[in-house]
Nanobody, 122 residues
Framework: QVQLVESGGGLVQPGGSLRLSCAAS????????MGWFRQAPGKQREFVAA???????DYTNSVKGRFAISRDNAKNTVYLQMNSLKPEDTAVYYC????????????????WGQGTQVTVSS
């Protein structure tokens, strides 16, 4: 059974940076895509970024050029580097195992981490 543990959230001022980490266990990490989703108060959970087993990346339009997803297969860890943060990036960020791309978008896999809060505020 896959287990995901996120870390790295916190409070940051607009324009600042954070790096989220997600450590995975219980699966062959390198064989699967990994993704990040987020959920703001009163809103549905939404796709943020994904990285395939081959290292290809994809992002939602609102974070392109500001966020970068990467993975270290030796450490079974996926990262989300977030730069130029905006108040609208405030949300709980969730790591997701094995998201799939179909029907024109990324659909979440069945395994989630516990989430980490990111708050962007002055």
């Amino acid at each position: 059974q896959v287990q995901l543990v996120e870390s790295g959230g916190g409070l940051v001022q607009p324009g600042g940076s954070l790096r989220l980490s997600c450590a995975a266990s219980g699966s062959i990490f390198s064989d699967n895509a990994m993704g990040w989703f987020r959920q703001a108060p009163g809103k549905q959970r939404e796709f943020v970024a994904a990285i395939t087993s081959g290292g290809s990346t994809d992002y939602t339009n609102s974070v392109k050029g500001r966020f970068a997803i990467s993975r270290d297969n030796a450490k079974n860890t996926v990262y989300l580097q977030m730069n130029s943060l905006k108040p609208e990036d405030t949300a709980v960020y969730y790591c997701n195992h094995n998201p799939r791309y179909y029907y024109g978008g990324w659909q979440a896999g069945s395994r989630w981490g516990q989430g980490t809060q990111v708050t962007v505020s002055s």
